[in-house]
């Protein structure tokens, strides 16, 4: 019934997005009940980071088999860039995962979590940047910044860009990539 519920659950957060689904809609949809979904999941909230872990353990296990084709920590850049922009896995769940960011929660566990995801990403970012360095590829001094801000400005041309044409998308990611690089090199 758990797997049950988190499919019900996702469906529902791509259709409706994070604020306008309720614990209610997710039961009916289901087919389960109040207690049932409350014994797997405490909240909401929960529940949809239960989701948010999971398309994030799917979208990591793709990029550790994509980065393997890369000859330098450069194209490891491009590729991961890419990779966030085209990758599937986020975009259904776009809507919703900016109306969970930027909502207040009821715990401070809730909030931890989502601090964790988000540093997934930025720590992605410092690896690349950080074997830059040790392989020469560039001189980046303050590595833990620069990986800050590729991670924001990379989830804000995803963000902000979902409307347009996938092509046009690409060309702004690599266009970004491109000054962004040079920027640091």
């Known amino acids: 019934m758990r797997e049950k519920i988190l499919k019900a659950a996702k469906e529902l957060f791509i259709k409706n997005g994070y604020n306008a689904t309720t614990t209610g809609d997710i039961v009916k949809y289901s087919g389960s009940s109040k207690g049932n979904l409350y014994h797997h999941f405490k909240t909401k909230e929960s529940l949809f980071l239960e989701i948010l872990n999971n398309e994030d353990a799917q979208w990591y296990a793709k990029w550790h088999e994509e980065e393997k084709k890369c000859q330098s920590n450069r194209e490891k850049f491009y590729l991961y860039n890419e990779l966030s922009l085209k990758t599937e896995f986020y975009y259904p769940l776009q809507t919703a995962i900016v109306e969970f960011y930027t909502g207040e929660h009821e715990s401070k566990q809730i909030g931890e979590k ?12 410092y690896e690349i940047f950080s074997a830059g360095n040790r392989e020469n590829e560039w001189d980046i001094e303050d590595v833990e910044s620069v990986s800050q801000i590729a991670a924001t400005t990379i989830n804000g041309i995803i963000t902000f860009t979902n409307k347009i044409d996938i092509k046009k998308r690409m ?5 970004f990539s491109q000054i962004f690089l040079k920027g640091v090199e």
Do not use: D, P, W
Not at 114 to 125: A, D, G, K, M, S
């Open 171 to 175: 060309e702004l990611m690599e266009r």
């Open 114 to 125: 989502i601090n964790e995801l988000e540093q997934r990403y930025v720590n992605t970012y």
